[in-house]
């Protein structure tokens, strides 16, 4: 049984930082393309950032130079640094996991291109 569970959110001043963790149970992070989505009310959706079974990193042009994406396969746990919060990086971020699927390069950021997602966790800027 695949879980994940997002923890770290919270509020923040602008310019602020926060770090949101994801720990996996059922898979193996270091076989697995896992990314940080969010979604804001009213809005779509989007990818963040993701890390394929390679350790290549992904990440949308808005948090570029501000965010972080790294795991600890010892750990199975999945992080999100992220730095010089801005009010419009508020949203709910997920955690997700291609279980047992092969992602290309190009689709790290689709949401389609995962199945299992964890409750969400709120950020407030």
């Known amino acids: 049984h695949v879980q994940l569970v997002e923890s770290g959110g919270g509020s923040v001043q602008a310019g602020g930082s926060l770090r949101l963790s994801c720990s996996a149970s059922?898979?193996?992070?270091?076989?697995?393309?896992v990314g940080w989505f969010r979604q804001a009310p009213g809005k779509a959706r989007e990818g963040v950032a993701a890390?394929?079974?390679?350790?290549?990193?992904i990440y949308i042009d808005s948090v570029k130079g501000r965010f972080t994406i790294s795991q600890d396969n010892a750990k199975n746990t999945l992080y999100l640094q992220m730095n010089s919060l801005k009010p419009e990086d508020s949203a709910t971020y997920y955690c997700?996991?291609?279980?047992?699927?092969?992602?290309?390069?190009?689709?790290?950021?689709?949401?389609?291109?995962?199945?299992?997602w964890g409750q969400g966790t709120q950020v407030t800027v």
């Open positions: 997700a996991a291609a279980y047992g699927l092969w992602v290309g390069y190009s689709h790290l950021l689709t949401e389609n291109s995962y199945q299992r």
């Open positions: 059922g898979l193996e992070f270091s076989r697995t393309c």
């Open positions: 890390i394929d079974s390679d350790g290549r990193t």
